[in-house]
């Protein structure tokens, strides 16, 4: 293994919880960056890393998920991938997207991405190169929006910042094609702390697919952070496909900063993983900025699949649209808590919450929980949650036409999977993810 | 169209029917053969809707007593989906809406599961299209609603043509017409009325239930029952049906009493 930096980050104090102790080993051994600034902050993730311990179902951020299964693995940091060919990533490749970027093991992968031909004002590269060309933009966002004071998986990653993804778009320019950022594990029990920075400037569009994926079936440890900031009037749409291998631990943050009139729309597909959890945090920090926020969670066998959400309204006329939706099977259990604050002064805010969730058989286990917190009087808030099986009237009404049950259990598990799905706005990933709701449903069956 | 000839197609002997523990339909005898219109009428919670939701196969309908045969066969023997490959169809009192189901999809996917029953071809999506298409100009339906999810955000007419235009599409040998007309103004029940005139032929048959007599003015029945507390109480031609428009129910309940008191 390689050898002792010695300008290694030297806050060495010993961990406060073992695990974290140990899953920060290696990570004194990154070398100083040459910027004072992320110096400082990685430092300050270390110390705070270093203070907090892995969460257990006594704190209530964490009362439904309990992520002792991840402790008892030795996860280590993955200092270098194998070297993998197109072939081997080509079912992941998404043809609408012609720029993409390839993580193995959380390490850039050149030969794997594709960033020729970027368009004017786009810019799409590795986050470890893009602090050296692009430091000033990069500056006053990276590590400033994913708060990891309180967060150990966010202090960890923060720690470990170096490769990753780095999008800017100009001032009032449109990335024509989706952004692919693609995440793939590939050897076991290894940790990986992927980190996306996404700075959509005023006026410009972009849609972003970041996407984490699996070789193998074995266990190992996504632990991603993803920054998006969008100026005023920028419109991004973000695809979260969370496609682990069923053995894996995957629990990412992402924090998302709305410029005024902005317009942010996350479709997060959860299917992977043994056990998940998404920490989806968006600052509405302009007036009237607009947030659409969809969730669709498709868990079975013993896959645990936990979604924390928290939209802010810190200031006035901003709307949010969320839909939640699990599809649960088997003995797996998925878990939602979407939280909404109207500041003081945020009036004429906006917001609707649904959590809907279907459970396919007697084991299958949802914890669905709303959490408005509302400040200001003049606003329309509005949050509902309902937990059922398929629809009696709708099955007899399907078969009352022919379908047989089985045809009719699984278009309806389908249908319901779709609302979110279809509403993706890229056609080769919504067929590929109705395949797949198809296939799980007739398992299901 | 009687003729006394004609193939019986469905006939209920005595037939019970509880909904949540509670008996609705008390003992109902019917033969419909092939070439009939038979329209079943009656006041409000007399169990027409549970009668006809019962021959359909709704779970929630549990059969306590008699039979029924359909083309011979043992009706309640079937599943809901074998019933409608053999021939039953029931057009849905309040149609049900399945968002996320695309109408062009579950329509190609109703019509080819009962072709194939029928040992007929299936359609691909640009056959069915066309197909469809012609279907829906017959039901004057704006061909929009292929696109969007099954009945869902359908305004009540809408609905019913969907219903009828289903019906048209799986040729039933035995349609049941749930309060088809309800809901729908002069001109849909216009619509309606020939669309269903025109799927009528010798060798099959429509049950239709309502509550008024209006639908009768447009597609006349050969016999008209009356029902009442889970039963059929009395039986007539077209002219039961206008005289139950002028003079109510009230009549012929009192008239049933009687005779079951004599």
């Given amino acids: 293994m390689g050898e002792e930096e010695a300008a290694g980050m030297s806050t060495a104090v010993a961990a406060k919880h073992p695990y974290v102790e140990a899953l920060l080993k290696g990570c004194t051994e990154l070398p100083h960056s040459p910027l004072s600034w992320?110096?400082?902050?990685?430092?300050?993730?270390?110390?705070?890393?270093?203070?907090?311990?892995?969460?257990?179902?006594?704190?209530?951020?964490?009362?439904?998920?309990?992520?002792?299964?991840?402790?008892?693995?030795?996860?280590?940091?993955?200092?270098?991938?194998?070297?993998?060919?197109?072939?081997?990533?080509?079912?992941?490749?998404?043809?609408?997207?012609?720029?993409?970027?390839?993580?193995?093991d959380g390490v850039f992968s050149p030969e794997l991405s594709a960033t020729a031909g970027l368009p004017y004002g786009v810019l799409v590269k590795n986050l470890a190169a893009g602090l050296e060309t692009h430091c000033v933009p990069v500056e006053p966002h990276l590590a400033r929006h994913a708060a990891f004071e309180r967060d150990v998986f966010a202090a960890l990653n923060t720690c470990y910042l170096r490769d990753g993804a780095l999008v800017i778009i100009a001032r009032n320019q449109d990335c024509p094609t989706p952004v692919h950022l693609l995440f793939v594990a590939a050897q076991k029990e290894i940790a990986s702390y992927p980190r996306c920075l996404v700075i959509a400037e005023a006026g410009s569009r972009c849609t972003l697919i970041e996407d984490y994926v699996a070789l193998g079936e074995d266990a190992y440890f996504s632990d991603p952070v993803t920054e998006i900031v969008l100026g005023d009037g920028a419109r991004v749409t973000h695809v979260k496909l969370q496609r682990e291998a069923r053995s894996a631990f995957h629990i990412a943050t992402c924090a998302v900063a709305l410029g005024k009139d902005a317009e942010y729309a996350s479709h997060t597909v959860t299917l992977g993983a043994r056990i998940s959890r998404y920490n989806l945090s968006v600052v509405q920090q302009g007036e009237g900025a607009r947030a659409r926020i969809d969730g669709l969670a498709l868990v079975s066998g013993r896959q645990l699949a936990d979604t924390h959400s928290f939209m802010d309204h810190a200031r006035p006329a901003g709307?949010?649209?969320?839909?939640?939706?699990?599809?649960?099977?088997?003995?797996?259990?998925?878990?939602?808590?979407?939280?909404?604050?109207?500041?003081?002064?945020?009036?004429?805010?906006?917001?609707?919450?649904?959590?809907?969730?279907?459970?396919?058989?007697?084991?299958?286990?949802?914890?669905?929980?709303?959490?408005?917190?509302?400040?200001?009087?003049?606003v329309r808030c509005s949050h509902g949650a309902t937990v059922g099986q398929l629809e009696q009237e709708q099955m007899f009404y399907l078969r009352s036409r022919g379908l047989s049950e089985a045809r009719a259990h699984n278009l309806l598990i389908y249908a319901f999977g779709a609302e979110i799905i279809d509403r993706i706005p890229v056609p080769s990933l919504v067929a590929q993810l109705g395949r797949t709701v198809l296939e799980q449903a007739q398992t299901a069956a | 169209m009687i003729a006394r000839e004609a193939k019986v197609l469905l006939e209920v002997r005595g037939l019970q029917v509880a909904v949540a523990g509670v008996e609705i339909v008390k003992g109902i005898d019917l033969v419909v053969r092939a070439g009939e219109i038979h329209a079943i009428m009656g006041p409000n919670g007399s169990g027409k809707s549970t009668f006809a939701k019962a021959l359909a196969g709704h779970p929630a309908y549990?059969?306590?007593?008699?039979?029924?045969?359909?083309?011979?066969?043992?009706?309640?023997?079937?599943?809901?989906?074998?019933?409608?490959r053999a021939g039953l169809f029931l057009g849905f009192q309040y149609p049900v809406e399945v968002p996320g189901v695309g109408n062009s999809a579950f329509l190609r996917l109703a019509y080819n599961t009962v072709q194939a029953t029928r040992g007929k071809d299936e359609l691909d999506p640009l056959e069915f299209d066309d197909f469809v298409r012609g279907k829906m100009k017959l039901l004057d339906m704006d061909p929009g609603f292929l696109d969007r999810s099954v009945n869902d955000g359908f305004s009540g007419g809408e609905k019913k043509r969907n219903e009828i235009l289903q019906m048209a599409l799986l040729e039933p040998r035995l349609a049941i017409l749930d309060e088809t007309d309800s809901g729908l103004d002069i001109d849909a029940l216009r619509v309606v009325a020939s669309g269903v005139n025109r799927l009528f032929t010798p060798d099959n048959a429509m049950v239709l239930v309502t509550h008024y007599q209006r639908l009768l003015n447009y597609i006349v029945p050969d016999y008209v029952h009356v029902m009442e507390g889970g039963r059929i109480i009395k039986t007539g031609d077209k002219a039961l049906a206008l005289e139950l428009e002028s003079r109510g129910y009230d009549w012929v309940m009192e008239e049933y009493r009687a005779r079951v008191a004599a």
């Fill in chain 1, 319 to 378: 709307k949010c649209v969320q839909l939640h939706k699990c599809i649960i099977g088997d003995a797996a259990h998925a878990v939602f808590n979407g939280r909404i604050v109207v500041r003081p002064g945020a009036q004429l805010t906006d917001a609707a919450q649904e959590s809907r969730n279907l459970l396919l058989s007697g084991t299958a286990h949802v914890d669905t929980k709303p959490q408005l917190e509302i400040f200001a009087d003049d």
């Fill in chain 2, 62 to 84: 549990v059969v306590t007593g008699g039979g029924v045969l359909f083309e011979g066969r043992n009706l309640f023997e079937l599943a809901p989906e074998e019933r409608a």
């Fill in chain 1, 38 to 104: 992320l110096d400082g902050r990685r430092a300050a993730a270390l110390e705070r890393a270093n203070a907090l311990t892995i969460p257990t179902t006594r704190e209530e951020e964490w009362r439904f998920t309990d992520i002792t299964p991840l402790t008892r693995i030795p996860f280590r940091p993955g200092r270098s991938a194998p070297r993998l060919t197109e072939r081997d990533i080509a079912r992941f490749e998404t043809p609408e997207a012609a720029i993409r970027l390839t993580f193995v």
